[in-house]
């Protein structure tokens, strides 16, 4: 498992389809992962430091979370079927542990809001990173 970072959202063209860029932290590869607009903007808005009027639906989750003492531990990119990433929340609560399934592109906003780490499965990595 590889720990990575958000390099940022890019838009592929000609489809205007956003794609977020992640980075090995202590390596070369890049992982891209195309991704919805919506979840593209809360991403890029989070990296921009900019603060909605209304709290959007990952801003929301945060807040429940922290309301209700879980800590979000970190995420997992864990899968790559047939074109398709998988990923895990991992969190903990009252000493208890959690992984609850999610999207890659709304599992990095979250991590986004909560500066929890993200790591991408070394078998993930190795078929989708380019160097």
């Given at each position: 498992?590889?720990e ?13 389809q ?5 980075r090995?932290s202590?390596g ?7 991704i919805?607009q ?7 808005l989070e990296?921009?430091g ?6 959007l639906?990952?801003d ?7 309301t209700?003492?879980?800590?979000l531990?970190r995420?997992?990119?864990t899968?790559l079927r047939?074109t398709t ?8 609560s009252?000493?208890?542990?959690f ?6 592109s709304?599992?990095?906003?979250l991590?986004a809001?909560?500066?929890c780490p ?12 380019v160097?």
């Amino acid at each position: 498992m590889a720990e990575v970072r958000v390099v940022g959202i890019r838009v592929e063209q000609p489809q205007n389809q956003p794609v977020l860029l992640l980075r090995e932290s202590n390596g070369d590869r890049y992982l891209p992962i195309w991704i919805g607009q919506s979840e593209a903007a809360a991403i890029a808005l989070e990296q921009q430091g900019v603060e909605p009027a209304r709290p959007l639906t990952h801003d929301l989750f945060k807040d429940t979370l922290e309301t209700l003492g879980v800590q979000l531990d970190r995420v997992v990119v864990t899968e790559l079927r047939e074109t398709t990433f998988y990923a895990e929340l991992h969190l903990t609560s009252m000493g208890d542990t959690f992984v609850v399934s999610s999207r890659p592109s709304d599992a990095v906003a979250l991590a986004a809001r909560t500066d929890c780490p993200i790591f991408v499965m070394e078998d993930v990595l190795a078929e989708a990173g380019v160097v």
